[in-house]
């Protein structure tokens, strides 16, 4: 979430209540709950042309700095809060607006200082080798400056895809940038051979209305099965996204706002970016569910709950599942056949 004050950017969060889990390390983690999720796939048609599939959901109890897809045609999706995730896509790492050292306080603590609720020991060091990092916006509650330092320093030539307006941030920390315009895709390749297509997508306008918007995302796995759609404000260009289709729509919910402003949207936007996109699986993200202090953190007011979302999405797009991420917990999306 991020907001434009005077040419200043300012990230501000209510944190949302939520049940607390026991945060990873590289050598273990202890699930909440030793219980798969398994969804019926018999009945699940995906309304996209692309091809007819049977798709399954399962949240999975393995440590995703560890863990590996099973097949071409499977995202693994680890949240690891805010904005942040760790995406296995058949087998190729993606790692999204990572914040993974020190807070999130654009420089300004007292202002505003964000810590995570759950992932407090979670590091750099925890992180699997990954193929590409992913930056959907320009400002520090995604373009991380404290965490992807040190992460250039590590790993120079880590191939990277990112919004243009982050250009002046990026080209001194990496060798190997691709700066993606609404439309334009590039595809990642792993040592593997796993290629995975990237397509941005018109995201908010965090400036002047005649500046360039943040971006979106859709993901297309190996094998043209599945399809994820990404942004984290739930801000979306319908002229733009109505001629695509996506299987999965990670998103925001729940609404945060300011007065007479809107931070990141939620509810009904995000039940209509749901259906237009044909989704079959939505993930909810808690990107102000953070320990937040300072004088901008407690303007902050959510509107809405899980509860009134997945009301609206009932009736407008009944047969879509909503899976709710556990912070560290992996969650597998997978296609599992095609159908005659």
Known sequence: MALQCNSLPCYISKPAKSKPISPFTSTHFTPTHHTQLFLNSDSL????????????????????VSSTSSG????????????????????????????????????????????????????????????????????????????????????????????????????????????????????????????VKIQATAGPV???????????????????????????HCVYNKNFLEKERADIVITPVIKQLLPNFTLVSGQEDAVQLAKMLGAKFIVPMRNGDLDAKGLL????????????FKELLSKELPDAEVLEPTPGVPLDISALSKLT
């Open 45 to 64: 048609k995906l309304s996209t042309p692309r091809s007819n599939r049977v798709v399954s959901a399962v949240i999975s109890e393995g440590n995703p």
């Open 297 to 308: 953190a407690s303007l902050i007011q959510s509107q809405g709950t899980m509860e009134s």
């Open 72 to 195: 071409a045609d499977v995202f693994k999706l680890t949240y690891l809060e805010g904005n942040s995730w760790l995406w296995d896509v058949g087998g190729l790492k993606i790692l999204v607006d990572p914040i993974l050292v020190g807070n999130l306080d654009f420089g300004i603590p007292w202002l505003y200082d964000a810590a995570k609720k759950f992932l407090k020991n979670f590091q750099l060091t925890d992180l699997p080798e990954v193929d590409c990092l992913l930056i959907t916006q320009s400002l520090d509650d995604h373009c991380h400056l404290k965490t992807l330092k040190p992460l250039s320093q590590k790993s120079p030539d880590l191939r990277v895809i990112a919004t243009p307006n982050a250009k002046s941030l990026l080209d001194p920390l990496f060798n190997n940038v691709t700066y993606l315009e609404p439309g334009e895709s590039s595809e990642i390749e792993n040592i593997q051979g796993s290629q």
């Open 206 to 232: 965090l400036g002047p209305p005649w500046q360039r918007p943040e971006n979106g995302y859709l993901v297309i796995s190996p094998q043209d099965q599945l399809t994820l759609y990404y942004e984290p």
